[in-house]
C-alpha cells in the first residue's frame, strides 16, 4: 500500500464524485487523503495474529420500537426543493447512454 495519493487521483474521484473542488481543496484533501494511507499502512504493521475477530469494536444492542404507520409528507412538499420535476417526480439526469 502506497503512503501517498496524488492531486490526480484526487481530482479523479473529484470528478467521478461530481464534486467541484478548487486548487487549494485539492491540495488539502491530497495532503489529508495521504495522511489516512500512511496512518492505515502504520496500522498494518501490527501483529494481529492473537486478536480474535470482531465485527464491532463494542457489543451492539439493538433498539426495537413499534412501527407505526403515519401519513407521509405529500407529493407537493417533497418535490419543493427538487432542482427538476416531471409530474409528480424527481427528474434527473440521465446517466446511461441509449
Same mark, same amino acid.
Given at each position: ?6 492531486e ?50 463494542? &457489543? ?17 412538499k ?9 409530474? &409528480? ?10
Amino acid at each position: 500500500m502506497t503512503d501517498a495519493i496524488t492531486e490526480q487521483e484526487v481530482r479523479h474521484v473529484a470528478k467521478l464524485s461530481r464534486l467541484k473542488l478548487t486548487d487549494e481543496q485539492v491540495r488539502q484533501f491530497t495532503r489529508q487523503m495521504s495522511d489516512i494511507l500512511a496512518y492505515v499502512k502504520k496500522l498494518n504493521e501490527l501483529d494481529t495474529a492473537n486478536v480474535k475477530p470482531t465485527a464491532h469494536a463494542a &457489543p451492539l444492542r439493538n433498539v426495537f420500537r413499534e412501527d407505526k404507520a403515519a401519513a407521509g409528507m405529500g407529493v407537493e412538499k417533497v418535490l419543493q426543493n427538487a432542482p427538476d420535476r416531471d409530474g &409528480p417526480f424527481f427528474k434527473v439526469p440521465r446517466v446511461l447512454a441509449d
